[in-house]
């Protein structure tokens, strides 16, 4: 370390240096290892953030969505087009697909299973058979049975949720 007192940096860990001095409300506190000086620390009651996040900040998602539907120019059999990146990449990929490309192929699938093959089947249920209508029929028959039986033993009582 350099012996020059004017460029020395003082080093508050070998000496007797005591943080009460310059704030004597602070007598038993001992600075170290996750224990920061109580000047630094947050007050109470006060924001670490007080001014919070500015107005108008987008987050993640809405960047997303706004950058995935902004409109470009694209060449597709000699024409030029305008689409959404959105678009082009999804072109981009079942072409990649087309030729060859597994990890394009599994890319679609995996886009087609979750977006049109559940879509598809919230919008059309499969209609139920009479054995699964007669189980179900019969189990709710049961339950209401059960839920009959333990309103009268709690004295009319229906306890909800």
Do not use: C, W
Not at 38 to 50: I, V
Not at 76 to 93: F, H
Not at 146 to 154: G, N
């Amino acid at each position: 370390m350099n012996e020059n007192p004017e460029h020395s940096i003082p080093d508050y860990r070998d000496s007797d240096h005591d943080a009460s001095i310059e704030d004597p409300s602070i007598v038993d506190y001992e600075v170290g290892y996750k224990k920061p000086p109580k000047s630094t620390q947050f007050q109470r009651g006060q924001s670490g953030n007080p001014q919070g996040r500015p107005k108008g900040t987008k987050n993640f998602k809405t960047d997303l969505q706004e950058e995935l539907l902004e409109q470009i120019r694209v060449t597709e059999g000699g024409r030029t087009v305008v689409l959404s990146k959105q678009r082009a990449m999804l072109k981009r990929t079942v072409e990649l697909s087309l030729k060859g490309d597994i990890r394009a192929t599994s890319l679609l699938i995996r886009l087609i299973s979750v977006h049109l093959v559940l879509d598809e089947q919230e919008e059309n249920p499969t209609p139920l058979s009479q054995e699964d209508r007669a189980i179900l029929e019969r189990f709710f028959a049961g339950r209401g049975a059960r839920e009959q039986e333990t309103s009268t033993q709690q004295g009319g009582r229906h306890d909800v949720g």
